[in-house]
């Protein structure tokens, strides 16, 4: 349980007690879902660092950019851990604002507010002696489309009347990830990470922010496409032309002819098959005894064209 009181005002409270309080209030109060890394970092982990030249001076914690209607938005200098608290506003029930500021105000929790499209980013305890974090309050339609994950460490979430148990945002325990919940809680506590998705700039930059704070990237990088919706067989996923398997491809495809021209790359999410895919590979490698039951998978490339296509996210290998 959160000590509300205590966690802001007791002569033990830190920045981190402060922030459990603010996120109890606004999954508790405001049905919010918790996510990210201050579940991964502090919950989980129990892992809190400043930046070793600015422990002193936590208001230069506080960094800014610019977006191009001028708004300037707070978040944490990259060294500081727990660094911010994530939170998707609730679908079914109505989130006021000045509510949650003012709920804030009743422990005397300061907080400036920055609206955008899509999210609500508070700048709290700017001034205060426990130093300042940062809040994103995400809109429920925005958290719907965020259905891709970088890292397994990052994939923990608590909700309200869960309150002794963290949960997974996205399902990623059947095949082929078959990453488990108590998996991603060792991982957390010896600080390995394992990428989901293709490394473009974006994951390039986060697996960075991770490794600067000693974490380890480990086993081999998988790219986890949601599944498709229940009336359809697949769903195809373009690829960044950034990312590093895009660019593998598009190397080993201008190997064929020089004339080749590549449209777009796309990923196929077909659970059906890929379940029919690995069990038939299982079979292969039962009875590769010699090779050490290695079944000697390849990745090769097929041609077609026309309505072909269409057909090989549905029915074929």
Known sequence: MVDLYNGVKGTHATRESRMEVVAWIAVCKFYCKLEGGFVRDWVVGNYASRPAGLINNPQDWIQYVTKANGKKIPYMYREVVPADLDCHLPLHAYFDIDEFQDELHKFNIICEVVREDWRYVLLIDKDAPTDPFTMDLIEPHVALTQDRIDFDVSNLLLEKDYPHEIGMRIDITRSPYLIELKTIVENIKSKHFQVLRPIDKLVTDRIQKMTLRQWTQTGESMNYIPPPPLKHYAVLVP?????????????????????????????????????????????????CKSQGYNPNEQKLFHGTHGSQNQRYSRRWF
Not at 243 to 266: D, K, N, P, W
Request: aromatic share 4%; net charge positive; charged share 20%.
């Open 239 to 287: 690829l960044s032309t950034s990312s590093t398997l895009y660019q593998a491809l598009s190397q080993q495809m201008q190997q064929i002819g020089s004339s080749v021209r590549i449209v777009s790359i796309e990923a196929i999410k077909n659970p059906l098959l890929e379940d029919t895919y690995e069990a038939m590979k299982k079979t292969i490698a039962k009875q």
